[in-house]
């Protein structure tokens, strides 16, 4: 019951978030393509790979593997997952397409591929410094 919490208030507080986030951004830059869903999943990617080995490097300093699990389930499934949002960048790419705006569609599907991969990446290279 408490993993259930944990996410479910880690999720909402990414989902606050990523309203913020995406809000301010599209305020910012209007036009074709969507910067502000963009972001948070690069961001979102780059943070999971920080928090995966976050939970390693915790429990090599002797935090109890019931709380570095917890946490890890807070920060990685509910901050980031309720953070990033796939969905929203696909019906994104879609609605490019079916406007006729085929490479801002390609763009944003195929960037979001790669950027966020490449973020994920990164991110679990910089957590394993703390590892």
Excluded: K
Excluded at 35 to 52: A, C, D, H, K
Excluded at 88 to 97: D, I, N
């Amino acid at each position: 019951m408490i993993e259930l919490l944990v996410v479910t208030v880690g999720g909402g507080v990414g989902a606050a978030a990523r309203f913020v986030v995406d809000g301010e951004i599209r305020t910012r830059h209007s036009g074709g393509f969507p910067w502000g869903t963009f972001v948070v999943n690069v961001v979102g990617s780059f943070l999971i790979g920080v928090f995966s080995t976050l939970f390693f490097a915790l429990l090599h300093r002797g935090v109890p593997g019931d709380l570095a699990h917890l946490l890890q389930l807070a920060l990685t499934v509910g901050l980031c997952g309720g953070f990033t949002t796939f969905s929203t960048a696909t019906v994104e790419s879609v609605r490019l397409a079916r406007s006729g705006r085929l490479r801002l569609a390609l763009a944003n599907a195929l960037g979001t591929l790669a950027v966020t991969v490449t973020a994920a990446g990164l991110g679990l290279a910089v957590g394993g410094l703390f590892y």
